[in-house]
C-alpha cells in the first residue's frame, strides 16, 4: 500500500506533480477529477511499480521533457519506492 505520493515528474501529463498540505492515502482513497485530469495515467503508473516495469514509465514520458520520469512513493514502513 502507498501511504503518500511525494513525487510525479515528466511522467504525462504530470511534469512536476507534488503535493500541497497533508495528502495521506488510505486504504481505501478515492481520486476524481474532470475526464482527461491523468486517473487513469495515474492508476497506470502504480500498475507499473507493483509490476516494477520502468520500461511502462518511460513509454508514459512527459513529450516535452529533457529529463527522464520520476516517481516517488512513500510506503507505511516508512521506506520510500522510487523509479
Excluded at 504525462?12 to 503535493?19: C, M
Excluded at 492508476?43 to 513509454?59: H, K
Amino acid at each position: 500500500m502507498i501511504r503518500k505520493i511525494l513525487k510525479l515528474q515528466n511522467v504525462g501529463l504530470f511534469q512536476d506533480a507534488t503535493q500541497n498540505g497533508d495528502v495521506t492515502l488510505s486504504q481505501a482513497t478515492a481520486i476524481y477529477a474532470e475526464n482527461g485530469r491523468g486517473k487513469t495515467f495515474l492508476a497506470s503508473v502504480f500498475r507499473a511499480c507493483q509490476l516494477g516495469d520502468a520500461g511502462r514509465l518511460n513509454a508514459r514520458k512527459t513529450i516535452d521533457a529533457t529529463n527522464g520520469p520520476e516517481v516517488k512513493f512513500l510506503l507505511p514502513t516508512g521506506s520510500h519506492v522510487e523509479f
